[in-house]
């Protein structure tokens, strides 16, 4: 029987299967003569131990798997109108050439599913406000990059816990008391309420507002529609992963750039190597698997399933690669391009990887 080393479980020092303690000690290596129940038992055990160990390790490449990500009903049963209670609110606005833009982050933080559609009213509060112009102006929908992970718009006909939406926010000429024309804004209001269908006001904090440019002329707040939206995750959400597109090797198409040569139509395979970039070994999570994004610019992005379940846990500093795949459109611009890959696009930093591609007639 060929010698295989194993270890015990109270010297955990190499002990070779078939050889004799007495063999060992002379020098001379003698086959130990093992009964034919013996034989069939250690090698029943042998056989059980490389089944497992098959079992944990991962493929070498991990297949791809065809699964989108279960997505809320575009026409679900109308639920009761959301009130100010069941609903969690952030305000985010950032500058844009003087005005703000942004909106209010809505998250159901109730236990039933609620309706939030249409325009909710929406108000200036605090003394500033009292001695303040302003006006608002409903807008169809706010100019914003679609979001490949959203619900359809209909589902905020039920919106479930846990789902969240946005009302988009444009917000202008702000000459509150002590402004300056075309300066500063002056005192701002101090807050925004939002009165909901079910009549039940929500009121976000303020603390800037937009420039005054004509203090002649009102402030203008414009409202786009409640839409649905991904709730992004805190900080803490951050994943200790590094992610690159790998494949072929890249093709010089002028100087220094190099990029994957692809054809109009074709199923582009490639390869994602996902690495452990933490301290510690990383697993995916056990109850389920995040989800990517993938995209060929500028066609709309492609939103799946990572097949995580065959990988067990990632030790520090190993990869492992994940087969995927991406179809070219017929319609593709010629020359270059780029193919982006954002792993569980809802969590903080998310790992992100762009290539280059050549596409080719």
Excluded at 39 to 55: D, E, F, K, Q, R
């Amino acid at each position: 029987m060929r010698p295989v080393a194993i270890f015990t479980a109270a010297s955990r020092r190499p002990y070779k299967a078939g050889v004799s303690s007495e063999s060992r000690m002379s020098g001379t290596p003698r086959p130990r003569r093992l009964s034919r129940r013996r034989g069939c038992a250690a090698a029943g055990v042998l056989a059980l131990v490389s089944a497992a160990a098959a079992a944990a390790a991962p493929p070498a490449v991990v297949p791809w798997l065809d699964q989108r990500p279960v997505r809320a009903a575009a026409s679900p049963r109308p639920a009761p109108l959301c009130r100010a209670g069941d609903l969690r609110a952030r305000l985010f606005l950032q500058g844009a050439t003087g005005s703000l833009v942004g909106g209010v982050d809505l998250l159901n933080a109730g236990s039933l599913p609620c309706a939030l559609v249409g325009w909710p009213e929406v108000a200036l509060t605090g003394a500033a406000a009292a001695a303040t112009g302003w006006q608002v102006k409903r807008i169809a929908r706010a100019p914003t990059a679609p979001d490949a992970l959203a619900d359809p718009p209909g589902s905020l006909r039920a919106l479930a816990p846990g789902k969240s939406a946005t009302l988009s926010l444009f917000w202008s000429n702000w000459c509150g008391p002590g402004s300056e024309p075309a300066g500063s804004s002056g005192t701002p209001p101090d807050g925004i309420t939002l009165i909901l269908a079910s009549r039940t006001r929500l009121t976000v904090p303020v603390t800037q507002a937009p420039r005054c440019d004509a203090q002649q002329y009102p402030s203008r707040i414009s409202v786009g529609p409640f839409t649905p939206t991904t709730r992004r995750l805190p900080q803490s959400s951050r994943l200790p992963l590094h992610v690159a597109i790998v494949g072929e090797r890249p093709v010089k198409v002028k100087p220094g750039v190099r990029a994957f040569r692809v054809r109009r139509g074709e199923l582009l395979r490639y390869e994602v190597a996902v690495t452990n970039v933490g301290r510690r070994a990383f697993r995916f999570a056990p109850t389920s698997c995040p989800v990517y994004i993938e995209s060929l610019t500028p066609a709309p992005a492609h939103v799946y399933v990572l097949n995580c379940r065959p990988v067990g846990a990632i030790a520090p500093h190993a990869r492992v690669l994940f087969a995927m795949q991406i179809t070219v459109p017929a319609t593709a611009r010629l020359g270059t391009g780029s193919l982006t890959w954002e792993l569980a696009p809802r969590t903080y930093e998310a790992p992100f990887a762009p290539a280059a591609l050549w596409v080719v007639p």
